[in-house]
């Protein structure tokens, strides 16, 4: 049995047995850990709220053989606590919770860059200081950056041309008339810009845009991350089926 420490944040727990919980924490070193919390549903557990999802806690666990278990947990920021009141904060931490499993494929592959995104999208939320949805578009375009996945925003994303027409999901963002697709959605340039702001961590920018603009942009990155996701986990699945 060898003991370990780490910090991370809950994305999310479910139940084992009678008392326990299985926690999936994304982890600061370690990536994505899934560990056995023991009695954590009794009312006298000694780890209180503390791995409930949204929470940065400090851990230690021991690996088991098939499930690591938590020993000790320490909070460093309830972030729970802060986004509960705020239904549109709160909804928005589930969905980067979501994001960040589901852009973390394996367990125990270190994802330092998707932690420190996680950590600093939660924390601008409780902040409140930029609209819950802007915090929450900035923090897709940036994972799916992370992940491989950035839209192309600036030149064409199939030939390279400066003129763009069009916005197309399967081509990988912004396109010329000449490469776009029927169908591909035509933002506004403002809207473009938007996501370029947003991408780039530009908060003076994208705090000055207009709602319309914050709309079209969060419909084009919702698509944008949900074709990505699909496709995604449908290569890990190839991948995982060929023979090592
Ligand atoms: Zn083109």
Do not use: N
Not at 213 to 222: F, K, M, Y
Request: hydrophobic share 40%; with cysteine.
């Amino acid at each position: 049995m060898s003991l370990y420490r780490d910090e991370g944040v809950v994305l999310r727990t479910q139940k084992l047995g009678e008392a326990d919980r299985i926690v999936t924490i994304l982890a600061r070193r370690t990536g994505k850990i899934r560990a056995v919390a023991k009695g954590v549903r009794r009312t006298t557990s000694r780890f209180g709220a503390r791995l409930e999802p949204f929470t940065h806690v400090d851990l230690q666990l021991h690996t088991g053989r098939t499930l690591d278990v938590v020993t000790q947990a320490e909070t460093i920021r309830p972030y729970g606590e802060a986004l509960a009141a705020d239904y549109p904060r709160y909804t928005a931490g589930t969905a980067m919770l979501e994001t960040a499993d589901r852009l973390t494929h394996g367990e125990k592959e270190p994802a330092l860059r998707q932690f420190l995104l996680l950590v600093g999208g939660l924390r601008t939320l409780a902040d409140r200081g930029h609209e819950a949805r802007l915090v929450l578009d900035a923090y897709f375009l940036r994972s799916l950056a992370v992940a491989g996945y950035a839209p192309a925003l600036e030149a064409c994303a199939k030939c390279q041309a400066p003129a763009i027409r069009a916005f197309a999901i399967v081509a990988g963002g912004v396109v010329c008339g000449a490469c776009k697709p029927a169908g591909a959605a035509v933002p506004a340039g403002e809207t473009i810009g938007l996501m370029t702001a947003l991408l780039r961590g530009d908060w003076a920018t994208a705090d000055a845009s207009e709602q319309r603009h914050r709309s079209e942009c969060s419909g084009l990155v919702a698509a944008y991350l949900q074709w990505h996701l699909e496709h995604g986990i449908r290569s890990l699945r190839h991948v995982e089926r060929e023979p090592v």
